[in-house]
């Protein structure tokens, strides 16, 4: 998804301006939650995001969802990860 078109979605759908998020190389955050939803662009590098059981790898353009009080971890690939998110 192209970043004008993200930022569009977030609008339309009643999120907050997004923020930017920089996570460095190989890093990870173990089990947690957020106290709101989030939706996020990856502008650059790698993020697995581990969920509900699932590991799902998202890169530059792709757009990842977790839902308010979700348990999830994040790790970050070798050049870390820059994200828009927005949340509501």
Known sequence: MEQQEFLDTLRAEGYA???LVQRAANGRLDDHAHPFEAKALILKGEIRVHAGGEIKIYRPGDVFHVR????????????GVEYLSGRR
């Open 68 to 79: 308010r009080d979700e348990p999830h971890r994040e790790s970050y690939g070798p050049d």
């Open 17 to 19: 301006e997004p923020v």
